[in-house]
């Protein structure tokens, strides 16, 4: 799907879930009595580093106290350094929870859509660090936007493997077209509403 189309979409989108971002604003704001939104960095097109914004689900730990939590608990530690998530990640809001399960703590990314640094359907956007694991695949997985949405988060999220998640990706790349990007966008509603594979 052509990126200025997917632009035009995320624009009225926002528009349209305009109201329903700024509850789920409100909410956090009270909860947290901090910032309801983040930025994180991530690599984009063409390796180019951008901020992408999600809601915030998460409360914020020192990088020494989260990294004796994984010195404590293996188990822990060995999912953080298959997949870069934990199922059972300590930080987790309960409303965050329920937030990630439905993925509207990725509603601000429709901003970062709006603005070209991402598009609305694509490989899963990684930082720096995550880059390592893509090997010789990196350069051809960054030739196209990062996405909101993609063929690996309608295939199972966080249920697969890291290397399952780089070759769905590639294959994506490989094999991008309007027809797929349709079939993956039907897909979204229904995993969404599933909320199979996130946290």
């Known amino acids: 799907m052509n990126y200025t189309v997917q632009r035009v979409l995320a624009?009225?989108?926002?528009?349209?879930?305009?109201?329903?971002?700024?509850?789920?604003?409100?909410?956090?704001?009270?909860?947290?009595?901090?910032?309801?939104?983040?930025?994180?960095?991530?690599?984009?097109w063409?390796?180019?580093?951008?901020?992408?914004?999600?809601?915030?689900?998460?409360?914020?730990?020192?990088?020494?106290?989260f990294k004796q939590y994984l010195d404590n608990n293996p188990e822990a530690m060995q999912e953080w350094k298959s997949s870069h998530k934990l199922e059972n990640d300590p930080r987790l809001l309960k409303i965050g929870r329920i937030m990630r399960r439905f993925s509207m703590d990725e509603l601000p990314q429709l901003w970062n859509v709006v603005t070209g640094e991402m598009a609305l359907i694509g490989p899963?956007?990684?930082?720096?660090e995550e880059n390592k694991r893509y090997g010789k695949y990196s350069t051809q997985l960054h030739s196209v936007k990062p996405g909101i949405t993609g063929l690996w988060q309608v295939s199972g999220r966080n249920l697969l493997s890291y290397h399952r998640r780089?070759?769905?990706?590639?294959?994506?790349?490989?094999?991008r077209s309007l027809?797929?990007?349709?079939?993956?966008?039907?897909?979204?509603?229904?995993?969404?509403?599933?909320g199979r594979g996130a946290y």
């Open 11 to 44: 624009a009225i989108l926002l528009v349209m879930l305009l109201p329903l971002m700024t509850g789920i604003y409100l909410v956090l704001f009270i909860t947290l009595r901090n910032n309801a939104i983040f930025g994180g960095i991530r690599l984009g």
């Open 46 to 65: 063409h390796k180019k580093e951008f901020t992408i914004w999600k809601f915030t689900t998460m409360r914020r730990w020192r990088p020494r106290r």
């Open 124 to 128: 899963r956007p990684i930082v720096e």
């Open 166 to 175: 780089i070759a769905i990706n590639l294959y994506y790349v490989k094999n």
């Open 179 to 194: 027809k797929l990007d349709l079939w993956i966008i039907y897909k979204t509603f229904a995993a969404v509403l599933g």
